[in-house]
């Protein structure tokens, strides 16, 4: 019997060892595909948002902006960040950085870190407060049809007056959270927004003698009428 067919077979199996890496390989190129789709999406959805925030009497800008996060989630880095609510009066609030970040499998879920301190001010006046932290995280689901929830967390916040001599913080706990989610059967002309505000050795001691000692709490409201969130 002839042995010419065996030879003639090993390349082919080599091939076959080779095929999972070149698979591989074709669904790394085709995920860098949408990956980079999905941050041009995102650098045209934050244009929109900006100029629709504009109209509205608030204006968002970062004195430097970048997007990354390759390959699981596309982030926004935003530093020298800061939001302008025009109005009675007009309020400007700075921040050194902020992050916010989808994962590119959970495109609902919006996650946000923040890099203290925020000054609070009129435009081109003097931080009337500052609010500064350890951590802050923000999350926000529902985005962008709608907000199903949204929850804000700061561990050890304070909060000064720079007009007080001593400038001692006039707010302080260990940590503060506040959570919101839609009313169940509220509608959008005339939303109901439930809210959950909670302290951890809480103190207001230059508020009122009686913030003096830390307290925890945990403070349950219902907004109306937050028809532009």
């Known amino acids: 019997m ?22 591989v390989l074709l669904l790394a190129a085709a995920w860098t595909g949408v990956w980079f789709y999905a941050a041009a999406r995102a650098e045209a959805e934050i244009a929109v948002w900006r100029e629709r925030e504009r109209q509205a009497g608030r204006a968002q800008d970062c004195a430097s902006h970048s997007i990354g996060g390759y390959p699981f989630r596309i982030e926004v880095r935003c530093g020298g960040a800061s939001f302008e609510l025009r109005g009675r009066p007009t309020l400007q609030l700075k921040l050194p950085l902020a992050v916010v970040a989808v994962q590119v499998y959970d495109p609902k879920l919006l996650i946000g870190e923040f890099t203290g301190p925020l000054e609070i001010s009129e435009p081109g006046g003097p931080p009337a407060g500052i609010v ?4 802050a995280q923000a999350s926000v689901r529902g985005l962008p049809a709608g907000v ?9 916040p304070t909060v000064r007056d720079p007009s007080i001599a001593a400038n001692d913080a006039v707010f302080r706990a260990r940590r503060l959270e506040l959570h919101g989610r839609p009313v169940a059967g509220s509608t959008a002309d005339n939303p109901f927004v439930e809210t959950a505000l909670r302290l951890e050795a809480a103190v207001a001691d230059k508020l009122h003698p009686l913030a003096a000692k830390p307290i925890d709490a945990d403070i349950a409201a219902i907004l109306r009428g937050v028809n532009d969130i």
């Open 2 to 23: 002839s042995q010419s067919a065996f030879p003639a077979a090993a390349p082919r199996r080599r091939w076959l060892l080779f095929l999972p890496f070149a698979l």
């Open 148 to 156: 199903e929830r949204a929850s804000l967390a700061l561990v050890e």
């Open 132 to 135: 500064n932290w350890t951590s």
